[in-house]
């Protein structure tokens, strides 16, 4: 059994930074980050290979920076200038044969 374990999460002001990280308890394949705001459907904010390749939302992209340690199996998302609409529950999602979900942790960023 694959366990994702999120930190970083919590309360900030606007144009402020956060770092999340997610452990996981193997060497995984692809992982990301996913998150859902009150009342919306999760969606998706930025990927990475076991590579190094990286993909984002357009809404991100020029404010995070997703990567991963492979020696650790961890992976982060460093967050700047973030926004009130970047207020959600972050999930942290990896691969190995099929998909896995961290329990998620909550950003709140303060207007």
């Known amino acids: 059994q694959v366990r994702l374990v999120e930190s970083g999460g919590g309360l900030v002001q606007a144009g402020g930074s956060l770092r999340l990280s997610c452990a996981a308890s193997?060497?995984?394949?692809?992982m990301g980050w996913y998150r859902q705001a009150p009342g919306k459907e999760r969606e998706f904010v930025a990927t990475?290979?076991?590579?190094?390749?990286?993909n984002y939302a357009d809404s991100v992209r020029a404010r995070f920076t997703i990567s991963r340690d492979n020696a650790k199996n961890t992976m982060y998302l460093q967050m700047n200038d973030l926004k009130p609409e970047d207020t959600a529950v972050y999930y942290c999602?990896?691969?190995?044969?099929?998909?896995?979900w961290g329990q998620g942790t909550q950003i709140t960023v303060s207007s």
């Open positions: 193997r060497t995984m394949g692809t």
């Open positions: 999602k990896a691969w190995w044969l099929i998909d896995y």
């Open positions: 990475v290979t076991s590579i190094g390749r990286t």
